[in-house]
């Protein structure tokens, strides 16, 4: 309930064995323990830290030089399998929720590498540590509600043989974090189930798959609305449809404009064939008209959209040629008229502008520079983030942070995805599909697909002043079925997603859909 983090329930008894095992060898120290920790940047070495192993292997953790900020930063590694604990006791705590911080790396690979707070009086609260590309460090934040006035800052790692993991800067601050924004875009549902496409939650039950996704925890639905698509999904009143099926659920919507009749991305912007010989000055009352009639049918219906996109992915720009960013003034006008139509539905609906690139920082810099020049109005700043397209996690990580610090807005992945398998479930080839384009440390398993959406939420709930919104998964329900394709003017098209859905080619959940449930 606090933070992204992976709280372990069905091993409570054996968390509370270890529990007890640790406070038994806490040193004498920690009777008299602080009520803030100290030698956070490790260069005391590891006073104030103990170390506890239960194979006995306390040499695993140590200090040593290069730290992410001082000289200096804390080691575990062995040249044997090892399981080794480094944590610090603190009581006289007022009590209330707390937040741990700490910059970490890890080469990957390991049974179980995490941060927690533990022996607060409120159940555990861990956040797992993601490889790292090039020695990069990574922020990691875990909040848990202290009560009774103790609680322990804990840095874990089991591993086997050579396996390591560094940690520094520790801060522990009172403040909550949290993910408001863990949500799933279902725009290509409809037409999978008008296929036949059929859907089981984890245990094997048929069912819904919104409803499904739901009970795992996912809170918000994106929906993708085109002007008058071939195949006549994606339209208003497709979007009309799914968002009552959503809100009656309990989720909340994001509605995602792209002014296209079909998909809009950074490499074509393509007016719909109705403006296709529009101008400049048509387009901008295009533009608002559209937008409005869809919002204001949502909003007539009950289905109040909560977050809208003005543009799909539009690093160039959208509506070429007179919306390209070779014209920012014009650009500035058309995203200005969809971001008005959605005020005027709703002041209370989030307007998002929404760019690929996840992990580039120069061309976020760029582009939203050039958006507040222009003084084009915004509420969000969404980003595209495909590890093996958009650079490392911490590329992303610092493009998040450099973003909601330099505008002072919130942001949130607004895409992101990746592989449980290279298999292929249909006759068109997937976008990954082979082992040289998967992301180092993620196998194209369910669980390296269900550790990379871990991280990548991590990451956004770490955006420091609690500025990370969440994340949005692309697709989780776009199976395999023939006639749903990716082409909306080609029924056999196929999908090149399938194995990047959170079904498996069967239809039944992955483990991957769990890390919506977590906060």
């Not at 208003?236 to 809100?247: D, H, Q, S």
């Not at 929404?354 to 992990?359: I, K, S, T």
């Not at 520079?369 to 911490?394: C, E, M, R, T």
Request: glycine residues 12%; proline residues 4%.
């Amino acid at each position: 309930m606090y933070g992204t983090t992976h709280i372990r329930a069905k091993a409570a008894g054996a968390v509370a064995a270890l529990s007890g095992l640790l406070l038994a060898a806490l040193p004498a120290q920690a009777a008299h323990a602080a009520t803030a920790p100290v030698n956070t940047g490790f260069e005391s070495g590891t006073t104030g830290w103990s170390t506890y192993s239960a194979g006995g292997q306390n040499a695993a953790s140590f200090t040593e030089a290069g730290g992410h900020g001082g000289s200096t930063r804390l080691s575990h590694w062995s040249a044997s399998a090892y399981k080794v604990e480094t944590y610090q006791y603190l009581s006289g705590l007022t009590d209330g929720t707390y937040t741990l911080s700490a910059w970490v790396r890890s080469g990957g690979g390991q049974n179980s590498a995490y941060i927690a707070l533990r022996n607060c009086g409120s159940a555990e609260q861990r956040t797992d540590l993601p490889p790292t590309a090039n020695g990069a460090w990574i922020r990691l934040v875990t909040s848990v509600k202290v009560i009774g006035g103790a609680c322990t800052i804990s840095l874990n790692f089991d591993a086997h043989a050579g396996e390591w993991a560094n940690f520094d800067d520790i801060t522990f601050t009172p403040g909550t974090t949290g993910l408001s924004v863990r949500g799933g875009d279902l725009s290509t549902l409809p037409k999978n189930e008008a296929y036949g496409a059929t859907y089981r939650n984890a245990s094997g039950t048929a069912g819904d798959a919104m409803s499904i996704l739901k009970s795992s925890g996912m809170n918000y639905v994106r929906l993708k609305v085109w002007v008058n698509p071939a195949d006549g999904y994606n339209t208003k009143a497709r979007v009309l449809a799914m968002a009552k099926r959503a809100k009656a659920l309990g989720m909340k919507i994001l509605v995602d404009f792209h002014y296209s009749d079909a998909w809009a991305d950074p490499g074509k912007q393509n007016k719909p064939a109705a403006w296709a010989g529009h101008g400049y000055t048509q387009l901008r009352t295009d533009v608002y008209n559209h937008t409005y009639d869809v919002l204001n049918a949502l909003k007539a219906q009950g289905t109040t959209a909560d977050m809208v996109q003005i543009g799909n992915e539009i690093n160039g720009g959208m509506l070429w040629p007179e919306g390209s960013t070779d014209n920012w003034s014009q650009l500035a006008g058309l995203i200005t008229s969809g971001a008005n139509a959605a005020k005027a539905v709703s002041s209370g609906t989030k307007v998002a502008l929404h760019l690929a690139e996840g992990g580039d920082n120069a061309g976020t810099r760029w582009w939203f520079d050039n958006a507040v020049a222009q003084k084009v109005p915004f509420d969000v700043i969404a980003l595209s983030y495909y590890g093996y397209w958009h650079g490392a996690l911490s590329e992303l990580q610092a493009n998040l942070d450099d973003a909601a610090s330099r505008y002072g807005k919130p942001v949130m992945v607004a895409e992101t995805a990746y592989a449980h398998t290279l298999a292929n479930d249909d006759g068109l080839e997937n976008n990954v599909a082979t082992t040289n384009q998967l992301v180092t440390g993620y196998p194209a398993t369910p669980a390296g697909q269900a550790a990379n959406l871990r991280d990548v939420m991590n990451v956004v709930e770490a955006v420091p002043n609690g500025r990370g919104l969440g994340a949005v998964y692309w697709e989780p329900s776009w199976t395999a079925v023939t006639g749903s394709g990716w082409d909306p003017a080609d029924p056999s098209s196929g999908n090149a997603w399938e194995n990047q859905a959170v079904f498996d080619h069967n239809g039944k959940l992955l483990p991957a859909a769990t890390w919506f449930s977590h906060r």
